[in-house]
Nanobody, 125 residues
Framework: QVQLAESGGGLVQPGGSLRLSCVAS????????MGWFRQTPGAEREFVAG????????YYDDSVKGRFTISRDNANNMVYLQMNSLKPEDTAVYYC??????????????????WGQGTQVTVSS
């Protein structure tokens, strides 16, 4: 059974940093795209950052580019999201996702198959 589990969320002041972790179990994900999405109440789940399968190219939403960094550890089926210079608008539930989206669907939540339960990130003073 495939499972994804996120951790590392919490409350942080504007300008602060957090590191999210996601561990995948149930199979090997080295040949899958892995990514992070986030969602606020009443909004669609939106793409934050991800690794493209096969090439391992990284992709970021423009709103986080230069502040967030995604990394992965295939040996341990882990993916991380280092978040720096956090802003109140980064407040959301963050989800880890795994799948094999076609290139044009890389940023679409519907293109990912496996999801974690989410971890809350709150940026507030």
């Amino acid at each position: 059974q495939v499972q994804l589990a996120e951790s590392g969320g919490g409350l942080v002041q504007p300008g602060g940093s957090l590191r999210l972790s996601c561990v995948a179990s149930g199979r090997t994900f080295s040949d899958y795209s892995m990514g992070w999405f986030r969602q606020t109440p009443g909004a669609e789940r939106e793409f934050v950052a991800g690794f493209r399968w096969k090439t391992y190219n990284t992709y970021y939403d423009d709103s986080v580019k230069g502040r967030f960094t995604i990394s992965r550890d295939n040996a341990n089926n882990m993916v991380y999201l280092q978040m720096n210079s956090l802003k109140p608008e980064d407040t959301a539930v963050y989800y880890c996702a795994v799948g094999r989206p076609i290139l044009s669907a890389q940023r679409l939540a519907s293109a990912y198959v496996y999801w974690g339960q989410g971890t809350q990130v709150t940026v507030s003073s």
